[in-house]
């Protein structure tokens, strides 16, 4: 494991579990909500059902996405195209924190702690995994391709009579699918290769 790849799930096991945290408010009472809404300087916490709801589900939310991202740290190479995509949407995601809190009126040192931060993280996130090696991104983009045309990335095996030239059959592998590469090959009747010469000149290249 290189110094990037080990940057990375170091960077992706924290944010998981400071995600984690948001459990806290998810189950805290509303008076204890209240209080920190005082003691940060937002004025008085507004009542209703509809606040006990955004603000419980809005925290069971951070906490499954940090599960997901705690997730995703297990094994760093395999999920690489989904570290992307979740630095990308931190990108995005803190760009939109920062327009909404200033457009709320949050305080400045909210404004400036939750969206940039959150900007930074998409960003070296994203420069962690590119640093990790390979590109996966070709194969999932073939693969989202096979699944708008209704295929499958399996090898399909066609009939001899679909094939070209007559007589012979071809196998379209996974990785020649879409690309118009054949591979031809020979059909070999199941009683010949059942008969003990035919499969022993098999075996010693007689055949």
């Not at 080990?6 to 944010?15: A, D």
């Not at 809190?101 to 930074?120: K, L, R, S, T």
Request: hydrophobic share 50%; proline share 8%; net charge positive.
């Amino acid at each position: 494991m290189g110094s990037a790849e080990k940057g990375l799930v170091l960077l992706l096991r924290l944010s998981g579990l400071l995600l984690l945290t948001a459990l806290i408010p998810a189950v805290m009472p509303l008076a204890a909500m209240a209080a920190i809404h005082r003691w940060l300087g937002l004025g008085e916490m507004p009542e209703g059902p509809l606040i006990g709801y955004l603000t419980r589900s809005l925290s069971a939310l951070y906490a499954a996405h940090g599960v997901l991202v705690l997730f995703v740290s297990l094994d760093v190479r395999r999920y690489l195209p989904l570290v992307k995509c979740l630095a990308a949407l931190s990108v995005v995601f803190g760009i939109g924190m920062f327009v909404l809190d200033g457009a709320v009126g949050m305080p400045c040192w909210w404004i400036v702690g939750e969206g940039p931060a959150i900007v930074v993280l998409g960003i070296v996130l994203w420069w962690l995994a590119g640093s990790c090696g390979g590109s996966p991104g070709p194969v999932v983009a073939r693969r989202v391709l096979w699944w708008f045309a209704g295929r499958t990335p399996r090898a399909a095996v066609t009939s001899p009579r679909e094939t070209e030239p007559p007589g012979r059959g071809f196998v379209k592998s996974e990785d020649s699918v879409g690309l118009g590469r054949k591979s031809y090959c020979d059909p070999v009747p199941l009683g010949m290769l059942r008969a003990p010469a035919y499969s022993s000149g098999l075996r010693f290249g007689a055949v």
